[in-house]
């Protein structure tokens, strides 16, 4: 079946003696209260999923397998001459639970380089879209072109044995992974550089081909793009784009129709379009102040300005943070060491020690410190990537990796169609006054 693929199998095997054995002992263990505010307020903080590749520290931030950001930096491995992980070592960690080895990431940079044709019809679907549609939605219809590939679609049509839907599921999930940085700067390319495409390098690592094919030659635009899709990858199961694609996976959809639903949800403004809502503020800032580098009094008078108004700041503020996120820091400390003079980066910074005390006078944020997104869009304007509704689509690229790295194990591991269960609030009142029962 492939390395790769055979080191998944034998640890899902595991895995599911494992989980049967935890159900079997104690599966009818309470785990965690549901109160009345959570189920109508987003369901925040409710424990409903099990999603192995990453959990959400709220003093460490996002560990993947285990690990933070910085251990990460340190421990993947990183290109000949780089500085950062390459995300292929991330998506390896993520899938098979264990740290890889410099050929353990070259495996998997050669699997997807071997299996990343795109079909025609899937650049004439995304051509038949007009120029003025969102990349987001030519993203999706994209993702929905390819779906025809799909392995787990065919092999199910024939009949296929439900043990054998995690092997189709990795099949597609890899296909899929392998093709999104062509089907990416197609979009780009098309969208803001006259249709000029550029055709992939397939001597190159899986970030800097998507690097390449957007027309960024500079090795340090390469690092970035290694460091954001490792650290965009995954934020455990709960999110929006990660929850969607497990929802409807749940169903058995295959890895195209679930990981689009995914990046639908990616697209919305309180989601993956944070990061484009950061960099149109400070645009937006600066405009008013008039100044490029504008200081850290007007900073903290035009963030008062936004508060006063009724609006956030966006990039700040997280549900289960409570400390700067460390993919904020990870992404300050690119700038500092490639892009220190740049005065939109160095306004990012002045931000930084301005807003948290604000926040913090306020008395009602839990966590006034930035989130991944009040930084990346600065580094990206930096090296000449102005156009921020594309950003978004970067984010996507990178998601893949965590939502489909899940999506593997949610069919290794059998796990069941989701389907909560939901109370009317007539029922809820009628419980609250003693009337009746909210039913189990």
Known sequence: MGIIK????????????????????????????VTLAQIYQGMRGITGLVTETSLLDPQDGIR?????????????????????????????????GELPTASDVNDVTDILQRRSHVPNHVF??????????????????????????????????????KKDYWSATFDDSMDLIAR????????????????EHIHPDGLLDWSSNLAHMMGYDD????????????????????????HTTHLVGSALGDAYQSFAAGMNGLAGPLHGLANQEVIKWIFEMRNELGSDSPTKEQ??????????????????????????????????EFGKKHMADDPLVQTVWNIYEAVPPILQSLGKVKNPWP????????????????EYEFYTVLFGVSRALGVLASLCWDRALGLALERPKSVTSELVKDWISGKGEVWE
Do not use: C, W
């Open 6 to 33: 055979d080191r998944f199998k034998a640890k899902a095997d595991e895995a599911n003696v494992e989980i049967k054995a935890l159900l079997k002992e104690h599966g009818s263990k309470k785990i965690g209260e």
């Open 64 to 96: 993947f397998r285990g690990y933070t950001i910085p251990e990460l930096q340190e421990k993947l491995p990183k290109a000949e001459g780089g500085s950062e992980p390459l995300p292929e070592g991330l998506f390896y960690l993520m899938l098979i």
């Open 124 to 161: 004439a679907t995304i051509d038949a879209l007009p120029l003025s549609t969102h990349p987001m939605t030519m993203f999706v219809v994209g993702i929905m072109a390819l779906q025809t590939e799909s392995v787990f679609a065919k092999q199910y049509a024939k009949g296929m044995n």
């Open 180 to 195: 999104l940085p062509r089907i990416a700067a197609y979009i780009y390319r098309r969208k803001y550089k006259n249709n």
């Open 219 to 242: 090795e340090s635009f390469h690092e970035l793009m290694r460091l954001y899709m490792t650290i965009h990858a995954d934020h455990e199961g709960g999110n929006v784009s990660a």
């Open 299 to 332: 900073i903290v008078e035009y963030v008062q300005k936004t508060l006063a108004s009724g609006k956030v700041v966006p990039g700040y503020g997280h549900a289960v943070l409570r400390k700067t996120d460390p993919r904020f820091t990870a992404q300050m």
């Open 371 to 386: 989130n991944v997104d009040a930084h990346s869009g600065a580094l990206l304007v930096h090296y000449g990537l102005v």
